[in-house]
Antibody, heavy 124, light 110 residues
Framework: QITLKESGPTLVKPTQTLTLTCTFS??????????VAWIRQPPGKALEWLAL???????RYSPSLKSRLIITKDTSKNQVVLTMTNVDPVDTATYYC????????????????WGQGAGVTVSS | QTVVTQEPSFSVSPGGTVTLTCGLS?????????PSWYQQTPGQTPRTLIY???TRSSGVPDRFSGSILGNKAALTITGAQADDESDYYC??????????FGGGTKLTVL
């Protein structure tokens, strides 16, 4: 059974760095065709794709946030960490991590398992 | 900047059929965008419905179906039920590993 759980601070001050951890079970990030993505949702707004890390440590970032994001994995701990620098109140959101299944034939993927989400407020 | 468009809201009668669409602000959606669809009720985690245009995720009833209609991806719900009242999001794969969510459609069943 695949599960994911996000953790991190609930309150961050503007200009600070936000670090979120996704701890998962039921799969390994050393297994091919697997990855973990981060997605966020501001209150009352739509979901937004942020970043993705594949089993082979390849990484992808949202073009609009690329300069502020870093995604890493620790396979020994079954964790994926998202770091977002220079946060702003507009970054206030629920942050989800999700397991992705990758398709070699197309290079595409989809989000098949989701964490419960972690709420983050950016405020002074 | 790629913008994925969805109807902001839609309503359907219980037992009725509704088709939600997912387009691009510039260009057409095709199967090579590998559209996927997610259902989210307020305060809940998204649930995966459809991937690769028309493949249902495990446990999703067959009254949910995906397709390409014209230049858009589509999610059709037949025999709408009260608990289908949710927000529905499409995601398009834009190659090089980048995905983009649509703005979501709020579906009301009444």
């Amino acid at each position: 059974q695949i599960t994911l759980k996000e953790s991190g601070p609930t309150l961050v001050k503007p200009t600070q760095t936000l670090t979120l951890t996704c701890t998962f079970s039921g799969f390994s990030l050393t297994t091919s065709r697997v990855g973990v993505a981060w997605i966020r949702q501001p209150p009352g707004k739509a979901l937004e794709w942020l970043a993705l890390i594949y089993w082979d440590d390849d990484k992808r970032y949202s073009p609009s946030l690329k300069s502020r994001l870093i995604i890493t994995k620790d396979t020994s701990k079954n964790q994926v960490v998202l770091t977002m620098t220079n946060v702003d109140p507009v970054d206030t959101a629920t942050y989800y991590c999700a397991h992705i299944t990758y398709f070699y034939s197309s290079g595409s993927y989809y989000f098949d398992y989701w964490g419960q989400g972690a709420g983050v407020t950016v405020s002074s | 900047q790629t913008v994925v468009t969805q109807e902001p809201s839609f309503s359907v009668s219980p037992g009725g059929t509704v088709t939600l669409t997912c387009g691009l602000s510039s260009g057409s959606v095709s199967s090579t965008h590998y559209p996927s669809w997610y259902q989210q009720t307020p305060g809940q985690t998204p649930r995966t419905l459809i991937y690769n245009t028309n493949t249902r995720s495990s446990g999703v009833p067959d009254r949910f179906s995906g397709s390409i209609l014209g230049n858009k991806a589509a999610l059709t719900i037949t025999g709408a039920q009260a608990d289908d009242e949710s927000d529905y999001y499409c995601v398009l794969y834009m190659n090089r590993g980048i995905s983009v969510f649509g703005g979501g459609t709020k579906l009301t069943v009444l």
